[in-house]
């Protein structure tokens, strides 16, 4: 049936108030859809606010309609990556509690600028002061080109942050031992900061490899430890707890008597760093029983169950990594490196999933900005720049080494890995753990 001309000749006014009805009757239909979904329970009262709202007076509905409803259009999702607030949400530091930490400016595929960047952000946040190790013209560059010379200038001025001119860096393609000959790389004169007392810890994003053999040439191993590890923090179901995973890549062929070790150093730095007062210890297998895994397995078994100075809580399923049932989990390099870019891909993967299975439209964007808290939470527990790098346990110095492709935001959360260590004193416990371990070897 074709219109009526009565439709047609419509006047303005009754048309603005039926668009306000529309707009009324679709915030009523919003707050309904959400005190009903069990999925949102815990915004019940932000519900009820809203429910008064469109309680109220159609002309008010109609306008809270366009400055309510307007700014949740935006995709939550992609607002994720929002930095912290401004100064005012800055914490108020005590200048006298700040710690040295040397920082290997020329290491990481993106270095010098994102590292820099960091650092700035980390002496606003964190108790710490950096001195930082880099060559003159990349800097330079890199301050230009990222608009930092005011944010640099003030960081020195206050003492915060200092720089240390280095020679020629090693390349992420270089071979490990290059640290050997380029005595003066950025990687060597931070390590040499640490050796003589000038820093508590040292932090580089730069080659592993080449990373831990400057470890080890310059900082020395500790007494009775035959192999340094890298111990990576994993998130797990439990918001307050972590469990460190140890070896993640240091060493692809290990001996049982190496993963005793790497037991016993995680189990002291999850009691020191991360306050865990009886750390449970699992070994990574592919099954519960001590029947299970590879030769590597069987013989590290007994060796892990005899030691009174671990609590061994026996053998870790995959599954049961992030489970929170373990502390601390010792594998060899290879599977735990395996381990550690499998779990690195799950917070993209899973924020993903959630772009796309929410619903389209008004509707699905209003929705996940109501969830935009939940959905935060669960990127931080899950995105590996959350946590920002893993220690090398072992040499004698507190080292933190940063994935290559580190920004800002992982920089920040590798130096607050490296001050909780030096902080609470780890070294002066995995001194005595070395002296321990070397008693042993000659009684043996």
Same mark, same amino acid.
């Given at each position: 049936?074709?219109?009526?001309? /009565?439709?047609?000749?419509?006047?303005?006014?009754?048309?603005?108030? /039926?668009?306000?009805?529309?707009?009324?009757?679709?915030?009523?239909?919003?707050?309904?859809?959400?005190?009903?979904?069990?999925?949102? *329970? &815990?915004?019940?009262?932000?519900?009820?606010? =809203?429910?008064?709202?469109?309680?109220?007076?159609?002309?008010?509905?109609?306008?809270?309609?366009?400055?309510?409803?307007?700014?949740?259009?935006?995709?939550?999702?992609?607002?994720?990556?929002?930095?912290?607030?401004?100064?005012?949400?800055?914490?108020?530091?005590?200048?006298?509690?700040?710690?040295?930490?040397?920082?290997?400016?020329?290491?990481?595929?993106?270095?010098?600028?994102?590292?820099?960047?960091?650092?700035?952000?980390?002496?606003?946040?964190?108790?710490?002061?950096?001195?930082?190790? !880099?060559?003159?013209?990349?800097?330079?560059?890199?301050?230009?080109?990222?608009?930092?010379?005011?944010?640099?200038?003030? %960081?020195? @001025?206050?003492?915060?942050?200092?720089?240390?001119?280095? +020679?020629? &860096?090693?390349?992420? @393609?270089?071979?490990? *031992?290059?640290?050997?000959?380029?005595?003066? %790389? /950025?990687?060597?004169?931070?390590?040499?900061?640490?050796?003589? +007392?000038?820093?508590?810890?040292?932090?580089? =994003?730069?080659? &592993?490899?080449?990373?831990?053999? &400057?470890?080890?040439?310059?900082?020395?191993?500790?007494?009775?430890?035959?192999?340094?590890?890298?111990? =990576?923090?994993?998130?797990?179901? @439990?918001?307050?707890?972590?469990?460190?995973?140890?070896?993640?890549?240091?060493?692809?062929?290990?001996?049982?008597?190496?993963? $005793?070790?790497?037991?016993?150093?995680?189990?002291?730095?999850?009691?020191?760093?991360?306050?865990?007062?009886?750390?449970?210890?699992?070994?990574?297998?592919?099954?519960? #029983? #001590?029947?299970?895994?590879?030769?590597?397995?069987?013989?590290?078994?007994?060796?892990?169950?005899?030691?009174?100075?671990?609590?061994?809580?026996?053998?870790?399923?995959?599954? @049961?990594?992030?489970?929170?049932?373990?502390?601390?989990?010792?594998?060899?390099?290879?599977?735990?490196? !395996?381990?550690?870019?499998?779990? #690195?891909?799950?917070? /993209?993967?899973?924020?993903?999933?959630?772009? %796309? #299975?929410?619903?389209? +439209?008004?509707?699905?964007?209003?929705?996940? %900005?109501?969830?935009?808290?939940?959905?935060?939470?669960?990127?931080?527990?899950?995105?590996?720049?959350? $946590?920002?790098?893993?220690?090398?346990?072992?040499?004698?110095?507190?080292?933190?080494?940063?994935? +290559?492709?580190?920004?800002?935001?992982?920089?920040?959360?590798?130096?607050?890995?490296? $001050?909780?260590?030096?902080?609470?004193?780890?070294?002066?416990?995995? $001194?005595?753990?070395?002296?321990?371990?070397?008693?042993?070897? *000659?009684?043996?």
């Amino acid at each position: 049936m074709p219109p009526k001309d /009565s439709d047609n000749l419509r006047s303005p006014g009754r048309q603005a108030l /039926s668009r306000r009805q529309r707009q009324n009757r679709t915030i009523r239909r919003l707050v309904i859809w959400y005190k009903r979904n069990a999925a949102v *329970t &815990s915004l019940v009262d932000t519900a009820n606010a =809203a429910g008064s709202v469109a309680g109220a007076a159609t002309s008010m509905a109609g306008s809270m309609a366009g400055t309510v409803l307007q700014p949740l259009v935006l995709d939550p999702l992609r607002r994720l990556q929002l930095g912290a607030g401004g100064p005012e949400d800055w914490p108020v530091i005590d200048d006298r509690d700040r710690l040295w930490v040397a920082v290997d400016g020329m290491g990481g595929d993106n270095a010098p600028g994102p590292i820099l960047e960091g650092c700035l952000r980390a002496v606003r946040v964190l108790p710490l002061r950096i001195r930082f190790v !880099v060559e003159g013209d990349p800097l330079r560059r890199a301050v230009a080109s990222l608009g930092l010379e005011q944010e640099l200038a003030e %960081a020195q @001025d206050r003492g915060l942050l200092q720089l240390v001119a280095s +020679g020629c &860096s090693v390349g992420m @393609d270089e071979e490990a *031992t290059v640290v050997r000959r380029k005595r003066d %790389a /950025s990687i060597n004169m931070a390590m040499d900061l640490v050796k003589s +007392g000038q820093a508590m810890a040292v932090y580089s =994003a730069g080659n &592993s490899g080449a990373v831990m053999a &400057s470890a080890i040439f310059r900082l020395g191993r500790l007494r009775g430890i035959e192999r340094p590890a890298i111990g =990576a923090l994993f998130p797990t179901k @439990d918001p307050a707890r972590q469990v460190l995973v140890l070896d993640v890549g240091a060493n692809t062929d290990c001996k049982p008597a190496w993963l $005793h070790q790497f037991a016993l150093l995680g189990t002291i730095y999850s009691r020191d760093a991360l306050q865990v007062a009886n750390p449970r210890v699992g070994l990574l297998n592919i099954g519960e #029983e #001590e029947c299970k895994g590879n030769d590597l397995a069987l013989k590290t078994h007994p060796l892990l169950m005899g030691d009174a100075r671990l609590r061994f809580a026996g053998n870790c399923e995959g599954r @049961d990594v992030l489970s929170g049932r373990f502390d601390v989990v010792v594998c060899d390099g290879f599977t735990g490196n !395996v381990l550690l870019k499998f779990l #690195e891909s799950v917070g /993209s993967v899973l924020l993903d999933v959630l772009r %796309a #299975e929410l619903p389209r +439209g008004r509707r699905g964007k209003v929705g996940s %900005a109501f969830l935009r808290s939940n959905l935060v939470r669960i990127k931080k527990r899950l995105d590996h720049a959350e $946590h920002g790098g893993a220690l090398l346990l072992g040499v004698d110095g507190v080292c933190v080494i940063g994935h +290559g492709s580190s920004k800002a935001l992982s920089v920040v959360s590798a130096l607050r890995l490296a $001050h909780s260590a030096a902080s609470h004193h780890l070294m002066d416990d995995l $001194h005595a753990l070395g002296g321990e371990a070397a008693s042993a070897a *000659t009684c043996d």
